[in-house]
């Protein structure tokens, strides 16, 4: 049972040594809630990962389905270039992974606690368990009882605990949770490190400064499907944005300048009455071609700003509405 | 042999433990020091002859089982409830699972770390009994020479294993219900209700015939040596199983109870 090649367009995911993780056709039923819709992933080798996508989105659901907390109900997964089903849980040896909040013992040490989950599973010896406790700055306090570690200290443990084995794919949920800018520094580096030695990280998140700043690659899920996949950076120059403020007089003449930049453009009504605001979906390294396009025609914009970002990606990519302006506020009910 | 370690260090350490050891210990005290204290000054003689019965050695040994056994048992559907029900209230199983440790395993192992610790328990409130029973028997002026009968003495491993076997039998069945609901507090209430609806339709004569088979009166029948259990009050008589027969019933309560939690670990679909 082997995986069709990726769908996604060529040369948009680098993959010399194949894929980390795939998906294909994945799907969860909760009763009569579809929680994953036939999702299809592929995470290449040695990159990290930023899986994303708005509250009940299914990304918790798939990272239950990846390590055997559930079943899936229809669909493949490849682990580390291998066909793998819920039955082979010796496969996960080479996973590591923190789902969702992490949970310990709390009458038990970090270490004790670290002891209990090198024994499960993947056996490693009882000297990785201090490595990882160095390697999460827990070393000094390893010996406290869980359940006096702040909610910081509880997550660097349970990142600890996923680089056990030192696994070759690492799955994180929400792996920055709790932690302070320095401990996030840290993670970042840690993640970066762990990359450079050929290791994959997948991180499911809702923080994306944190993915952008981290991720090489992201996927956006939405309703359990996958919406869109790609190098972030890719991802990043399609989502930018150059937004012009013209007078309603002025929009023919201006989106009729602006159509020989051959970007797609929209219309904003804008305040006060009797302006617009045009969208050009470039880059924001064009804002001064919009503004020399339009100065062309004889328009001047009383406005140019410009962006690109993850949030607005993932907002255009998951809200029926139009994307935001910088101004606007969403509500929770129009993030899907 | 590292996750049986590991499963006996979290039992080692956690609190819940050592306060089961000492309130069994605790109650069994407290129940052989009474005696001992108030034997001398019953209103009746039937009373006095009642206590002197319990207290007298070496009977008193099967005496301090049946507590261990009674008080155990009813410990025991707790504390199997409440150990692997914690895994899931506190979600520790995820990240158990999460490394690809097979589920079956997990529980099994967690289960005869669970039976090991019993062992030790049942031990330790055996010779808080027994000890507490000869000094009863002292402060009742009856004397503990009986203590020292060897026949008895010889017997005193079986005794104790069997008792072992009957509190293991009762925290099967409580460890069972908890890996069913993935629940402790489900667990311990249902184990808890289990045991104490069976002692109350022991006091419908019709049924008694029948509950013979039921868990908990075969684990209190495993160290038996009457065939019927008569009482003075209106309650009558209650039959009893034999106690070889009853090591057979509750092996087979005890392998059923680690069956069904078995198939519901494997089955479980794990969101908490």
Known sequence: MTLPPSSLPAGTVPAPSGYAL???GLVKRYGPRLALQGLDLAVPRGVVYGFLGPNGAGKTTLMRVLVGLIRPDAGEMELLGQPYTWRQRQRLADVGALVESPTFYDYLSGRDNLRVLAASGARVPLSRVDEVLALVGLAERGRDKAGRYSLGMKQRLGIAAALL???????????????DPGGIVAMRETLRFLTRQGKTVFISSHILPEVQQLADVVGIVNAGRLIREGQLSDLLSEGGHVTARVTEAELPGAMAALGALGAPSSVRPAAPPGLALIDVRIGPERAAEVNRVLASAGIYASDISSGSDLESVFLSLTT???PPSSASTVSWGERG | MALLHVALLKLVRRPATWIVFAILAGLIALVFISLGATAGSMESLGDEFQVRVLLDFPTAYTIVAGFVLAFGGLLGVAYGAAIIGA??????????????????????VTFLAITIVIGVGVTFASVVGIGSAIAAAEMAGLGSDGAADPDTLASLPELLVRTWLGVTQAAAIGFAIAMLFKSQLAGIAAGLAFYFAEQFLQLVPGLREILVYFPFSVSGALIATTEEFETSSAFGTFPVMDPDTAVIWSIGYLAVALTIASIAAWRAQITQ
């Not at chain 1, 084995?165 to 932690?179: I, K, T, V, Y």
């Open chain 1, 22 to 24: 795939r998906t294909r």
């Open chain 1, 165 to 179: 084995s030192d696994p070759q794919l690492l799955l994180l949920d929400e792996p920055a949770n709790g932690l």
């Open chain 1, 320 to 322: 029926t509405a139009p």
């Open chain 2, 87 to 108: 895994d899931w209230a506190w979600g520790t199983i995820r990240a158990i699972v999460a490394r690809g440790e097979s589920r079956v395993r997990y529980s099994l």
